[in-house]
């Protein structure tokens, strides 16, 4: 079996910190659980950044660069920067940090989608900083912008212009055909690297007939030229997990995606997540790719032509 890169997304934007006292917000729990996250086996660390005073979502370059040196110095793992920044935020914010960091890797959002948190305030009636509550509210009225034009801009300007590979977040099977639009324009180049995220209100369910068929999708759109990863938002992210291990694709975790390790546990840690779903991955036969092995399969630039 080919070796499986295992990606773990520390801190996201959806999640509030009144939800888990193990979310990190500022730098140094970032870099804390990054490294943490790294040394159980993750390649790729998927990261956002957040205002350390009331950690909500941020992505101004002075916010990134108050974490990025330091992972990068600590450990050998893939940076993977966030473009999506937060679903409040206009293009030109989301990929203010991106821009000025020059990673290696970054996510994009292959299309335009409702983006419904609200459903995250369950019964919740107090909350650390005032923020929260109306940012889960508001999202019944929610667009994730995410059209063509805006899409073009960051494929030029992060990889064009900037040398960055992708992560195609593909929420739905139209997400799929946008990405072959971009290819055929030879915007998108291969190996592509397509992130099936599965279980956010707005995009598909966490199911497995639906990974099936993306996969099969993706297979007659792409063929040889690409490698595939899910996510599952919530409960299902193990089980997707080990579903797209099973298809010959490869994982992703972290406290972006589910704050819980199993039923009502949550997680210490995103390298908690990691260590588990790595026994269950290496029970099963699987090998993880070292970060060395996912820039060879994924063929990126390097941690020497970064700009942090």
């Not at 999506?84 to 996510?107: F, K, T």
């Amino acid at each position: 079996m080919a070796k499986i890169i295992l990606s773990c997304a520390i801190t996201g934007s959806i999640h509030t910190p009144s939800m888990s006292p193990h979310l990190p917000v500022t730098p140094d729990q970032i870099v804390d659980q990054s490294i943490g996250a790294a040394e159980a086996g993750a390649a790729i660390l998927h990261l956002h950044a957040r205002d350390p005073r009331t950690g909500k979502p941020s992505a101004k370059p002075d916010d990134f660069m108050a974490f990025l040196p330091r992972i990068k110095t600590e450990c050998d793992a893939i940076i993977n920067l966030s473009t999506g920044g937060s679903a409040v935020m206009p293009l030109h914010e989301r990929i203010a940090g991106p821009m000025a960091a020059e990673p290696e890797m970054c996510s994009l959002n292959m299309g335009t989608m409702n983006f419904a948190l609200y459903p995250m305030l369950g019964r919740r009636t107090e909350w650390l900083h005032d923020w929260e509550e109306p940012f889960l509210r508001n999202s019944d009225d929610l667009v994730f912008k995410n059209t063509p034009r805006d899409i073009d801009g960051v494929l030029r300007l992060m990889g064009t212009e900037r040398g960055a590979r992708f992560e195609f977040e593909c929420y739905d099977l139209g997400h799929l055909y946008m990405l072959a639009h971009f290819r055929d324009r030879g915007l998108a180049t291969g190996p592509l690297f397509i992130q099936f995220v599965m279980g956010v209100l707005g995009g598909v369910a966490a199911e497995p007939e639906h990974l099936v068929h993306l996969k099969t999708t993706a297979d007659r759109l792409f063929g040889a030229d690409y490698l595939f990863s899910t996510l599952a938002a919530g409960r299902q992210q193990m089980p997707m997990a080990l579903i797209s291990a099973s298809l010959g694709g490869h994982v992703r975790v972290g406290l972006e995606d589910n704050l819980y390790l199993s039923k009502g546990v949550l997680a210490q840690s995103n390298a908690a997540q990691v260590q588990h779903l790595r026994r269950l991955l290496e029970g099963l036969g699987h090998i993880l790719a070292t970060p060395a092995e996912a820039r060879a399969m994924l063929g990126l630039k390097g941690p020497d032509k970064v700009a942090f």
